[in-house]
C-alpha cells in the first residue's frame, strides 16, 4: 500500500520527503511477505530516488550509521545516497568536530560528499516555538546547513528560493 501512496504522491507534488525509522537492521527480503515496519521502510527506500541517510554527530550516531550502511548495502538498492551528520559539535567529537566526522565517514562512504550540520542552539529555541528552524532563524548556522543540502538535493539554487518565505 505505501508505493501506491508514494505514486499518487510522484502524480501531485513535484518533491515528496519522507521520514522513516531506522530500522531492525535485520535482512527484509526482495518480496515482501507480511507488511512488516522494516518491509515497509525498505518499500519506501526502493521507490526513492534519493535517499538522505542523517546520523547524529556522535560516537553513537556513527556507529548506528555503519551498521545502517551496511543494511542499506544488503538491501542492494541502486538509489543515490547522500549522507549527512547532524548536531556535529566539540563535546561530542573533540576540538575539531568537522574535520573529525569527516574522517569517521570517509572510512563508511568512501568517495562521498559529507554533509555536516553543525549543532546550533537556536534548533532549541525553534523547537520551543513550535516552528521550522528554517523560518525561526534562516541565517543560523545549521537552518543554513539544512538550506544549502536541500538546494543541492533538488538541484535549485538560491535564485529559486528567493520568493520563498521560510
Same mark, same amino acid.
Request: charged share 20%; with cysteine; proline share 8%.
Given at each position: 500500500?505505501? #508505493? *501506491?501512496?508514494?505514486?499518487?504522491?510522484?502524480?501531485?507534488?513535484?518533491?515528496?520527503?519522507? *521520514?522513516?525509522?531506522?530500522?531492525?537492521?535485520?535482512?527484509?527480503?526482495?518480496?515482501?511477505?507480511?507488511?512488516?515496519?522494516?518491509?515497509?521502510?525498505?518499500?519506501?527506500?526502493?521507490?526513492?530516488?534519493?535517499?538522505?541517510?542523517?546520523?547524529?554527530?556522535?560516537?553513537?550516531?556513527?556507529?548506528?550509521?555503519?551498521?545502517?550502511?551496511?543494511?542499506?548495502? *544488503?538491501?542492494?538498492?541502486?538509489?543515490?545516497?547522500?549522507?549527512?551528520?547532524?548536531?556535529?559539535?566539540?563535546?561530542?567529537?573533540?576540538?575539531?568536530?568537522? #574535520?573529525?566526522?569527516?574522517?569517521?565517514?570517509?572510512?563508511?562512504?568512501?568517495?562521498?560528499?559529507?554533509?555536516?550540520?553543525?549543532?546550533?542552539?537556536?534548533?532549541?529555541?525553534?523547537?520551543?516555538?513550535?516552528?521550522?528552524?528554517?523560518?525561526?532563524?534562516?541565517?543560523?548556522?545549521?537552518?543554513?546547513?539544512?538550506?544549502?543540502?536541500?538546494?543541492?538535493?533538488?538541484?535549485?539554487?538560491?535564485?529559486?528560493?528567493?520568493?520563498?518565505?521560510?
Amino acid at each position: 500500500g505505501i #508505493t *501506491d501512496v508514494l505514486d499518487t504522491c510522484r502524480e501531485v507534488a513535484r518533491t515528496t520527503v519522507v *521520514d522513516v525509522h531506522a530500522g531492525s537492521l535485520d535482512p527484509v527480503p526482495a518480496q515482501p511477505t507480511r507488511g512488516g515496519r522494516d518491509e515497509v521502510l525498505a518499500a519506501v527506500l526502493r521507490a526513492s530516488d534519493v535517499v538522505l541517510l542523517v546520523a547524529r554527530g556522535d560516537a553513537v550516531g556513527l556507529a548506528r550509521c555503519a551498521r545502517s550502511l551496511q543494511w542499506w548495502a *544488503d538491501l542492494g538498492v541502486d538509489i543515490p545516497l547522500v549522507p549527512v551528520v547532524n548536531r556535529v559539535a566539540a563535546a561530542a567529537t573533540g576540538p575539531r568536530p568537522t #574535520t573529525a566526522v569527516t574522517q569517521a565517514m570517509g572510512v563508511l562512504v568512501p568517495g562521498q560528499t559529507l554533509h555536516v550540520v553543525p549543532e546550533d542552539p537556536t534548533l532549541q529555541e525553534a523547537q520551543l516555538r513550535g516552528v521550522p528552524l528554517v523560518a525561526h532563524k534562516p541565517r543560523s548556522p545549521a537552518a543554513r546547513s539544512w538550506l544549502n543540502l536541500a538546494d543541492q538535493v533538488l538541484g535549485e539554487g538560491q535564485e529559486a528560493r528567493r520568493g520563498v518565505r521560510h
